[in-house]
């Protein structure tokens, strides 16, 4: 499953776990508006705000559960298709913890005896967290929520690292979107670890114009990534495109990801993948419970 944080963040975990010739700058809006264009403040300023909205789509999320469709093709060198696997997932959360049950391989339902499988690992961790210690559950839940303000801290950085260009508005599914380009500023220097492999990477944002929403980004690695004790290695040319979705008049939750990545492990295991993620039917909890195969789940506060 792509975790779900925020579109950046989206991208950092995707290429963690893991590319083709670089593809071309993205294309002008086919259907845009000509209007003012902003300065670099409104930018930043716009920036910010889209990013602050998506970490409370985040907090949201929480009270949806949700179909997600996983389509991997591995490459040969030449970006032919070696393989294909298929995989979907019901998506939901469960006293804080957000799991995933698989309950389709190849677009086909789990066997009975495997579908049985799913909900008995679904109902264990059930138990476990109900029988969780009051001092366990801080722990955790305090340990989860400095993971979260360490992601807010690095989307308001990405504001910081990038020259911006307004390109124009474009209308997408009937809202009008601002264009705009990032990309690296010379000379930044990173205040957060983390922010250090932003140079490495240029995008194209569509905003929600209304509500200072990510729509879409695409965003392309433009020079050869390197991190860690076994010296991972994420070439130019990888690419992920985000996508997300109005739900219920009240959040933006992600609709579509792609994903090519060509990485290098250890100098030795080599990933040559492309990814086609989908996300659907996101329904809301009732407040007080939250209902899963196996029994209802009280609501954690």
């Not at 955790?140 to 990038?162: C, P, T």
């Not at 957060?192 to 980004?217: N, S």
Request: with cysteine; charged share 40%.
């Amino acid at each position: 499953m792509l975790a779900r944080s925020t579109v950046f963040l989206a991208l950092l975990s995707t290429l963690a776990l893991a590319q083709a010739d670089p593809p071309a700058r993205p294309a002008k809006p086919a259907a845009s508006v000509s209007v003012p264009s902003l300065s670099q403040d409104e930018i930043r300023e716009l920036i910010h705000k889209a990013a602050d909205n998506d970490m409370e789509n985040d907090k949201k999320l929480r009270n949806y559960t949700y179909v997600e469709r996983d389509e991997e093709h591995k490459l040969d060198g030449k970006g032919g298709v070696k393989s294909t696997e298929v995989k979907t997932y019901d998506v939901m959360e469960i006293y804080g913890e957000q799991v995933q049950k698989l309950i389709a391989k190849g677009d086909k339902p789990l066997s009975e005896k495997d579908a049985q499988k799913e909900d008995e690992k679904i109902q264990k961790l059930i138990d476990k967290r109900k029988n969780e210690s009051e001092e366990d559950r801080k722990k955790r839940l305090e340990k989860e929520e400095k993971s979260r303000e360490q992601d807010r801290q690095f989307v308001r950085e990405v504001a910081d690292a990038y020259n911006y260009k307004f390109v124009g508005v474009e209308t997408i599914d009937g809202r009008e979107n601002y264009v705009i380009d990032g990309e690296p500023k010379p000379g930044y220097e990173p205040k957060l670890k983390e922010a250090k492999i932003l140079p490495k990477f240029r995008y194209r944002a569509w905003i929600d114009k209304d509500e200072d929403q990510w729509k879409k980004v695409d965003i392309q690695c433009i020079d050869t990534v390197s991190w860690g004790w076994f010296i991972a290695r994420i070439h130019k040319g990888s690419r992920i495109v985000i996508e997300q979705i109005r739900v219920n008049d009240e959040v933006w939750l992600p609709q579509h990801t792609s994903i090519k990545v060509d990485a290098r492990v250890a100098l030795l295991k080599e990933f040559n993948m492309d990814m086609d993620i989908g996300y659907r039917d996101y329904k809301k909890f009732r407040t007080e419970t939250k209902i899963i195969p196996g029994g209802e789940v009280p609501e954690q506060q």
